[in-house]
C-alpha cells in the first residue's frame, strides 16, 4: 500500500506515520526528516535547505522532488510507502503522478487551528530519528533521550512566529493538493484533533481494516 499523509503542520502526520509504519509494516519517507537530517550533516542539501525552513518558507520543488524520487525508487520500498510531508505543493504532487508511482489513498488530517498551535509550542523531536515528543501528551523518556538513543530537541522552527509561516504555508500551497487527489477519488478524511490513538482507530477503520489482522 501507497499512503500520502496530509495536513497542516502539527496535525499529526509524523506521528501517524510512526505508528502506521509499525501496524503496516511499511517504510516512511518524511521529507522533514530528510531535509533535518542533511541539515545536522551540514551537506550542500542541507546549507540549501536551512535557509528556507528556518524561516518556515518551503524548501524549492526541485529539490525535493529529486531527493524524494530518489529514495522511492529504492528496493525497500517496494512493498509500500508512507509520504510524510511531501507532496506538499501541486507541483510535487504531479511530478510525483509522472513518476508512475501508484498512490492508492491520501489520508487527511483534519485538526483547527488552535489545538496545532498547542501541539506545535509543546513538540519535541528526535535528533536522530525524527520521533516526535510533546511535554503534555507524549513526555520524553526520564532519561531525556529517544528510543532510539538520540538526543530529543524542539525544532527551531517551532516557534510562534516560524509556525504562523508554515500554516499561512500550507493554506497558500499546500491545501489545494486536497482538491487535486479528491479529483482522482484518493482523499480519505479523518479527524485528528483529539488523541493519537483515536486518531489511528478511525485511519484503521476509513482503510477498512481490522486492528487485530495488523
Ligand atoms: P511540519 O509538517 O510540522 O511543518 P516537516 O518536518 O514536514 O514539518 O517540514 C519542515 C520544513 O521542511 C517545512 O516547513 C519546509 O520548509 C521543509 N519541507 C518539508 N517537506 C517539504 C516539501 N515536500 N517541500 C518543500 N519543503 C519541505
Ligand atoms: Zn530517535
Redesign the pocket.
Same mark, same amino acid.
Given at each position: 500500500m501507497n499512503l500520502i499523509l496530509l495536513g497542516p503542520?502539527?496535525a499529526g &502526520?509524523g506521528t501517524q506515520a510512526e505508528i502506521l509504519t509499525k501496524q503496516l509494516n511499511i517504510k516512511t519517507v518524511? !521529507? *522533514?526528516v530528510m531535509?533535518r537530517a542533511a541539515m545536522r550533516e551540514g551537506t550542500e542539501l542541507g546549507k540549501l535547505a536551512k535557509q528556507?525552513?528556518d524561516d *518556515? &518558507?518551503? %524548501?524549492p520543488d526541485s529539490v %525535493?522532488v529529486g531527493i524524494v524520487k530518489e529514495r522511492l525508487s529504492q528496493d525497500d520500498l517496494k512493498n509500500g510507502f508512507i509520504l @510524510? *510531508?511531501?507532496? /506538499? !505543493?501541486i507541483a510535487?504532487a504531479e511530478a510525483l503522478d509522472a513518476t508512475g508511482i501508484k498512490i492508492d489513498y491520501v489520508l487527511s488530517l483534519e485538526c483547527d487551528e488552535k489545538v496545532i498551535l498547542e501541539r506545535l509550542t509543546g513538540r519535541r523531536e528526535c535528533k536522530v530519528c525524527g520521533t516526535p515528543y510533546h511535554i503534555k501528551t507524549k513526555p520524553v523518556p526520564t532519561n531525556g533521550k529517544c528510543v532510539c538513543g538520540g538526543e530529543i530537541v524542539q525544532r527551531p @522552527?517551532d516557534n510562534e512566529e516560524t509556525i504562523k509561516n /508554515?500554516l499561512k504555508v500550507y493554506h497558500e500551497q499546500t491545501e489545494p493538493i486536497k482538491a487535486y487527489y479528491e479529483s482522482q477519488g484518493k482523499v480519505i478524511s479523518v479527524d485528528s484533533s483529539k488523541t493519537a490513538q483515536i486518531t489511528n482507530d478511525a485511519v484503521f477503520e476509513a482503510l477498512g481494516l481490522d486492528k487485530q489482522e495488523a
Open positions: 503542520p502539527g &502526520k518524511s !521529507t *522533514g531535509l528556507y525552513i *518556515g &518558507k518551503l %524548501v %525535493v @510524510d *510531508g511531501f507532496p /506538499r !505543493t510535487q @522552527d /508554515r
